[in-house]
T-cell receptor
Framework: EDQVTQSPEALRLQEGESSSLNCSYTVSGLRGLFWYRQDPGKGPEFLFTLYSAGEEKEKERLKATLTKKESFLHITAPKPEDSATYLCAVQANGNNDMRFGAGTRLTVKP | GAVVSQHPSRVICKSGTSVKIECRSLDFQATTMFWYRQFPKQSLMLMATSNEGSKATYEQGVEKDKFLINHASLTLSTLTVTSAHPEDSSFYIC??????????????FGEGSRLTVL
């Protein structure tokens, strides 16, 4: 069965303090790994899709990387507005849906 | 990205009543939509896959007679929580893939509907 494990569960950073969030996964043939941002009381907002090991994608202060077992979401010099829950999800080959991890709640203090 | 709209955003109902939640794809056609449920500080749990013009596919443990899904058009799927009870209180979110014709994989989510059953 496909599994997605995110760590840490919660992360508190000072503004400007860079860090990384981890997403470990097991899947029977990866079709795609996805990162989302979710604000309280809102639906998830799409950030990145990664398809194969070695792939990297960047958007503003965020950079996502992928290996055969895990993905990292690197946050460089975060700002308070980056505070949110970051969700990781995987889609397996032959499947139409996604399986989500429990998320990492990020708080960035000014 | 593709836009998915969900309504209502919040609903409070009495125990025993039924509640309908609508999910619309605004700028694309979605043959498949997905319904998720999220409890506080927990991840999204897939409830069912909604297929236009056919029966929904439910995940194990999800009661199909309690959570009725209808996908009558390419832009609208509805979830009806029948005879709602307090334990059905949750955040329900729908999603769909964009309809560009080129697979990119990502799902686009609605704003979510917070259901509170008294």
């Amino acid at each position: 069965e496909d599994q997605v494990t995110q760590s840490p569960e919660a992360l508190r950073l000072q503004e400007g303090e860079s860090s990384s969030l981890n997403c470990s996964y097991t899947v029977s043939g990866l079709r795609g790994l996805f990162w989302y941002r979710q604000d309280p009381g809102k639906g998830p907002e799409f950030l990145f899709t990664l398809y194969s090991a070695g792939e990297e994608k960047e958007k503003e202060r965020l950079k996502a990387t992928l290996t055969k077992k895990e993905s990292f979401l690197h946050i460089t010099a975060p700002k308070p507005e980056d505070s949110a829950t970051y969700l990781c999800a995987v889609q397996a080959n032959g499947n139409n849906d996604m399986r989500f991890g429990a998320g990492t709640r990020l708080t960035v203090k000014p | 990205g593709a836009v998915v709209s969900q309504h209502p955003s919040r609903v409070i109902c009495k125990s025993g009543t039924s509640v309908k939640i609508e999910c619309r794809s605004l700028d694309f056609q979605a043959t498949t939509m997905f319904w998720y449920r999220q409890f506080p500080k927990q991840s999204l749990m897939l409830m069912a896959t909604s297929n236009e013009g056919s029966k929904a596919t439910y995940e194990q443990g999800v009661e199909k007679d309690k959570f009725l899904i209808n996908h009558a058009s390419l832009t609208l799927s509805t979830l009806t929580v029948t005879s709602a009870h307090p334990e059905d209180s949750s955040f329900y979110i729908c999603s769909a893939r964009g309809g560009s014709g080129v697979y990119t994989g990502e799902l686009f989510f609605g704003e979510g509907s917070r259901l509170t059953v008294l």
